[in-house]
């Protein structure tokens, strides 16, 4: 993609008296993305809000625009939900208008065809389904702008002062809030967002009845868990398709599952066939289209929960409900014999698929059970972009921020989403100085890592904060995105920026959290780096370093703190160095051929007591965090070993 600079030059409107900047928001944005049950709902939400503001954008004319600077053919895959532009002040009130009416019938516009269909079915059976379409469609997204009539001299003499007041005038209007009247039903709230009624009759009983019903249409068959009744922005994100060409993870399982997919791929091992055999035959049972290969298999059904009788019953229960009345009118029987031999059968394929999936394990490992959740933030990117933190020999103009823009385009569409790629992940929204991505455990640190360095080396006077969320591929995604947050803002204001912080939640629920800054000053080894090294060390069968390592120096370190919680540096070094040699076996190779006379060794040292040292006025728990990284690196040794 090339960024061309579509912004009308300063000179070209000397004479225009008449100028305006306006500056437009979109809401609600964290809201709307985070109101996900699946990783496909996550990034839908993000495809729409990009989707409205381009559209936004565009009817006010790429030309126009000072940020974000946007390409002048095509599309972007991520476009911000604020943005300011340079128009004629006389255009003002038509301009607002126009972009009223384009708020409010974007949604409408895109479910159109999707309740056509949905009318199709159910319209004869459920009169006023969709009596509340239009209305959640209508008002769920937001807009609110301001203008400021300015000059020629504003634009090109005065414009940091211009662009102040704006900025300025757009915090008011956001604090002046605005209260529509409540147009709805009696009905319970959407499963998924919690916020908005359901669709369908008022009446719970024959509201259920109706999601039964609108479960087995053509367009919602196996987009919805048992029992899961939605509103009609939920709806539209659960069912909307995503652009051609894009890969979008349906859910969890399938981000924790993708690197061992990859590694059966490439197998034409019997194991391998006879899974996939058995898998679909049981897809025929529940008349299911069969799986071509490997990496079209739900990421579910590569573990043993998945194929429970419990849960397959859950997730298909729709179609078993049609098998039943399709048994009952074929043979004759009763529901509830119908039924049970529905459910004897769907036992025996699941269990012969258990036992093909039980082989697979002993021949080619297990999938990691966890997923990871990636985030990030640029540091006061807000007083950069307003030109607080200028070089002295740099001017503030329209044109400087449309260039700074230009950078954030030119990372967020070209440096990150191959790191992204080459993960194995799915990005979610990127904005050049923010990020939202879901993937595999594996490379996930080193993901990140790897954007901290991009964004460093595009803006050298800037940092990046960031958050690696680590958890079990059946908890809560909304509980992930949340953690995310909690966590970019104890990067933020417990580590003072510039500082990567982990959260690992285990699967008994025990949350640990450790964090730090990305490249300690007097510490040769990055975060990134010591993690590496230990957990590759500690995969190692014999050869390796024992696991015991981390627990030693787990159970006595809090001993090495005087009475003013202050380290005994030198004191705590000799003992994480004896431990250290102690538990690496005299045969092996990696203090010696590999990593040459035991310098590596010295550095991982000296990383791992930085970790424990109390900066001068703490404001975390110092040893609480110590105590995280550790636990953190053994669970990352013990998910390498299973990788390898």
Not at 162 to 183: C, G, S, V
């Amino acid at each position: 993609m090339t960024t061309e600079c579509c912004l009308q030059n300063i000179s070209d409107c000397a004479d225009n008296k008449k100028l305006a900047l306006i500056l437009v928001s979109i809401g609600p944005v964290q809201e709307f993305i985070a109101e996900a049950r699946k990783t496909r709902d996550l990034w839908m939400g993000s495809h729409l809000l990009s989707r409205i503001s381009l559209e936004l954008i565009d009817l006010i004319g790429r030309d126009k625009i000072i940020f974000p600077a946007i390409p002048a053919g095509g599309s972007i895959d991520s476009a911000p939900n604020q943005f300011c532009a340079q128009v004629d002040w006389d255009s003002i009130d038509a301009l607002s208008q126009q972009l009223e009416n384009k708020r409010k019938k974007f949604l409408s516009g895109i479910a159109q065809p999707i309740q056509k269909k949905l009318k199709n079915v159910l319209d004869p059976r459920f009169p006023s389904w969709d009596s509340l379409w239009e209305l959640q469609l209508e008002d769920h997204f937001s807009l609110v702008w301001v203008a400021r009539k300015v000059t020629s001299d504003d634009l090109t003499m005065n414009y940091k002062e211009a662009y102040r007041r704006l900025q300025q005038q757009l915090d008011e209007r956001k604090a002046t809030r605005t209260f529509a009247q409540w147009n709805g039903n009696h009905a319970e709230k959407c499963y998924q967002c919690g916020h908005r009624e359901i669709l369908g009759p008022e009446d719970r009983q024959q509201n259920i009845h109706f999601w039964n019903v609108a479960g087995r249409t053509t367009p919602l068959r196996g987009s919805l868990k048992e029992k899961e009744r939605l509103c009609a922005i939920c709806l539209l994100k659960r069912i909307h398709t995503p652009p051609s060409g894009k890969k979008v993870f349906d859910s969890t399982s399938d981000l924790a599952v993708a690197p061992f997919k990859g590694k059966l791929s490439v197998s034409t091992s019997k194991e391998v066939n006879d899974y996939i055999a058995d898998i679909n035959a049981l897809r025929k049972l529940l008349s299911r289209n069969a799986f071509a290969t490997i990496n079209a298999v739900d990421g579910d059904l590569f573990y043993r929960e998945g194929l429970q009788d419990s849960i397959i019953q859950k997730a298909y229960a729709q179609e078993i409900e049609k098998l039943t009345d399709s048994c009952v009118k074929d043979t004759g029987k009763s529901k509830s014999e119908a039924k049970n031999q529905i459910l004897a059968d769907l036992r025996t394929f699941a269990s012969s698929a258990g036992l093909s999936l039980s082989t697979l394990n002993r021949t080619c490992g297990k999938p990691s059970k966890y997923f990871a959740i990636i985030m990030l933030d640029a540091d006061k990117m807000g007083e950069f972009m307003s030109g607080k933190k200028l070089k002295t020999s740099e001017k503030f103009t329209p044109n400087w921020q449309f260039e700074q823009s230009r950078k954030l385009l030119e990372l967020s569409s070209k440096n990150y989403p191959p790191l992204i790629d080459s993960w194995g992940g799915m990005l979610v929204y990127s904005g050049g100085d923010d990020l939202l991505a879901v993937g595999p455990l594996e490379k996930a640190l080193r993901t990140i890592t790897k954007i901290n360095e991009a964004f460093v080396s595009t803006f050298p006077s800037s940092t990046l904060s960031g958050t690696l969320v680590i958890t079990h591929h059946q908890d809560s995604l909304r509980w992930g995105i949340e953690e995310a947050r909690r966590s970019l803002e104890r990067a933020k204001e417990e580590h003072d920026r510039s500082s990567l912080v982990v959260s690992l939640r285990l699967s008994s629920g025990t949350t640990l959290t450790c964090g730090a800054k990305w490249q300690t000053t007097d510490v040769p080894l990055s975060l990134y780096d010591l993690y590496d090294y230990l957990s590759s060390w500690l995969a190692r069968d014999d050869k390796g370093l024992a696991s015991s390592f981390l627990y030693n120096i787990e159970k006595d370190f809090r001993v090495f703190y005087n009475s003013k919680s202050e380290l005994q540096k030198d004191m705590f070094t000799c003992e994480v160095d004896r431990l250290l040699k102690r538990h690496i076996p005299k045969s092996s190779v990696l203090l010696l051929e590999q990593y040459g006379k035991g310098k590596l060794s010295n550095e991982i040292v000296k990383a791992i007591v930085e970790m424990a040292v109390s900066p001068v006025k703490p404001k975390y728990a110092v040893q609480d965090n110590f105590e995280s990284f550790l636990k953190i690196a053994a669970f990352l040794g013990r998910e390498r070993k299973g990788e390898e």
